[in-house]
């Protein structure tokens, strides 16, 4: 037989010759398909688009509108970047060049500082090699002879990175493009003619593979698009996300600050930071107990056996800090609270009728981050955990993930995030538990989704060894997704500690434990939290909610008495005394991003009101200051954004 069904996605099929390259279906549908199409999904897996194919399969087109088109994209911007770099310094050599989730960076041994003025010569000579239209050729090849290569060309980065792979089990792939050639596994665009319009962003140092023992190679960030105002409406996202960097404004707003030199990844909250991060804990804790949660503390360390018998040791022990000695055995701080509350399970012989059990902790942990990855608020060596673990029967899995999906919905709508996404995770390919637990696992999350009308897509092979998940991301003010809940099945943990309960048959059965994560953790919730609000946060959540302002000396009176009462009334506010101009003090305050002043002179004296200022807002008027504290406390009673 000589002839193939290939499957679009919207369910039609055509016949084709076997051997057809992806390229000519795509053709044989409209010439722009052809045209627009970057790459190709072929039965799920993505392959350059002039693949051929030999049977029966799924095939999608890819175009800078699919999520794995702008990473393909990318991709290839990163290698013709590395391509304009070569031939502009002939020295250079190259680590990787990824793509991310927003353009491509790649990591660049060269003898030159690379100035703002560098790169936009290397822009202007990927726009250069771009109008030459070199395809993107795959090569495979033995990996002999890719080190032989590699060799030639005295790369060490490539030579060390081809040293850790298994040639037997492994392709080794080349990727040409022009006179520059890569280790890469692909795949690429049919041709550098592709890419369009380039911005190089920014330089910075970056230690080999992250580690701070390595060389510190040029990191180069950059960014690319098909069309001109898509990079024009990037360029302005950028200078609105730089705008509220949680770093900048942390300074700027006195919220928390960093110390290397004391310890890098650790972070100190100032006054105000540590006022919001109050509020934040208090809604969490009352938001729990009101939904069936009860709450636990447990220690910062435990002794090795129970790191050991968890599998931390065995899985995760380059991310823990080293042990220390205590009474001459070896104790690990925790990087995470689960075993902690395995050890409170086990305190006593467990009934059906004791569950669920749902227990949750705001519990400090610490994990090795390498330095080169270390990022504000967002990626840090201490935090602590927005964490959960639920133990039931098999028969309230789903239930409890239904609630599980309810409440963390509740909770960031609560904060003001209105746009979720929600993605299923399944088996991996190397896992523990028998399928028909993974079965019962997957099936309970696909159903409590759908009982919740919830969209989702499912991230094949995604899900953890220990069990498969729900990963919940967010989208914030620019639009940015956020990756933060999670809901991750675990076979792992009750199997190593032997966890049983006593089942209505009088038997002992295995119980199902639900490792659960809503915010995250608290200090990268606050990074997200800033940035999305850019430091203005609203009212209930404000370190300080009104700023009161006497026009002169002459009011300062008058402004206490109005301050006492906002502080009577559970108001956070702040009084200004200081004997400056009333214009400055307004634009402190504005800088400040208080959400309210109240100027108060002889007019507001004399008819006990407030002159009203609101951030953005400007000048309201003058109200009854009754009126004014009644308008406050709804707002922040109800949230209000």
Known sequence: ????????????????????????????????????????????????????????????????????????????????????????????????????????YYDIDINTKLTDDDLRLIENKMLELAKESKKFVRQELSKDDAINFFSQKGDQYKLEILSELDGTAETISLYHEGEFTDLCTGPHLPDAAKIKFVKLLTVSGSYWRGDEKNKQLQRIYGISFPKKK?????????????????????????????????????????????????????FWRQAHLENGY?????????????????????????????????????????????????????TKLRS????????????????YEKSGVLHGLLRVRGFTQDDAHIFCTADQIESEVIEVIRFSKYMWESFGFKDLKFYLATKPEKAVGEDSLWDTAIDSLKIAL???NIDYEVDEGGGAFYGPKIDIKIKDALNREWQMSTVQFDFNLPERFDLKYIGEDGKEHRPFMVHRALLGSIERFFGVLIEHFGGAFPMWLAPVQTAVIPVSQNFIEYAKAINQKLLAAGIRSELDERNEKIGYKIRDWETNKVPYMLVVGEKEKESNSVSVRQHKKGDLGIVSFDEFLNRILAEAKNKIY
Not at 69 to 80: E, I
């Open 1 to 104: 037989m000589n002839k193939i069904i290939i499957t679009f996605p919207d369910g039609n099929s055509r016949e084709y010759e076997i051997g057809i390259s992806a390229l000519d279906i795509a053709k044989s549908i409209s010439n722009r398909l052809a045209e627009e199409t970057l790459a190709v999904e072929i039965n799920g897996i993505v392959k350059d688009i002039s693949t051929k194919i030999n049977n029966n399969s799924v095939v999608k087109f890819l175009t800078f509108d699919d999520a794995n088109g702008k990473h393909v994209y990318w991709h290839s911007s990163s290698h013709l970047m590395a391509h304009a770099v070569q031939s502009i310094f002939p020295e250079a050599k190259f680590g990787v060049g990824p793509a991310i989730d927003a353009g491509f």
């Open 450 to 452: 759908q009982k919740m």
């Open 352 to 367: 059906y009728r004791d569950l669920p059990l749902r227990w949750a902790e705001l519990g400090t942990v610490y994990r």
């Open 294 to 346: 009860d709450l636990l503390y447990s220690p910062h360390m435990g002794k090795s056996w129970l790191w050991e018998k968890s599998g931390h040791l065995s899985f995760y022990k380059d991310s823990m800090y080293a042990e220390m000695k205590v009474d001459e055995q070896d104790y690990f701080i925790k990087p995470m609270n689960c075993p902690f509350h395995i050890m409170i399970f086990q």
């Open 230 to 282: 898509m990079l024009e409406d990037y360029i302005t996202f950028l200078e609105e996300a730089k705008k509220r960097d949680h770093r900048k404004l942390g300074k700027q707003l006195d919220l928390f600050s960093m110390h290397e030199e004391a310890g890098a990844g650790l972070i100190y909250w100032h006054p105000k930071g540590a006022r919001i991060r109050l509020l934040i804990e208090d």
